[in-house]
């Protein structure tokens, strides 16, 4: 089992800066992918980025080069740097955490969910 609490929502004006984080507890040493995935009213949540066991990061188009995740290894902690936030981005933003336990298949963990809300 793997706990994930978010923090770091918030309202925020066009063009500013959020930093979410998120803290895993549990099974920590079994995860293999961490990320952040959002839902904005009225869409399906999507994938904003994601970063390996080993580093590797994989981002949304709609995000390269305004969002960066990063982990700190040491505080089993993910984050989430949000600059040039833009309307669009207004979501709830959730953590996810991935077990691999089949050559292609994953646990999913999530965490409750993150507010953030960008005005124009």
């Known amino acids: 089992q793997v706990q994930l609490v978010e923090s770091g929502g918030g309202l925020v004006q066009s063009g500013g800066s959020l930093r979410l984080s998120c803290a895993a507890s549990?099974?920590?040493?079994?995860?293999?992918?961490m990320g952040w995935y959002r839902q904005g009213p009225g869409r399906e949540r999507e994938l904003v980025a994601t970063?390996?066991?080993?580093?590797?990061?994989t981002y949304a188009d709609s995000v390269k080069g305004r969002l960066t995740i990063s982990r700190d290894n040491a505080k089993n902690t993910v984050y989430l740097q949000m600059n040039s936030l833009k309307p669009e981005d207004t979501a709830v933003y959730y953590c996810?955490?991935?077990?691999?336990?089949?050559?292609?298949?994953?646990?999913?963990?999530w965490g409750q969910g993150t507010q953030v809300t960008v005005s124009s």
């Open positions: 996810n955490a991935k077990i691999r336990y089949s050559k292609s298949d994953y646990l999913n963990y």
């Open positions: 549990g099974s920590i040493f079994n995860i293999n992918i």
């Open positions: 970063i390996t066991s080993g580093g590797s990061t």
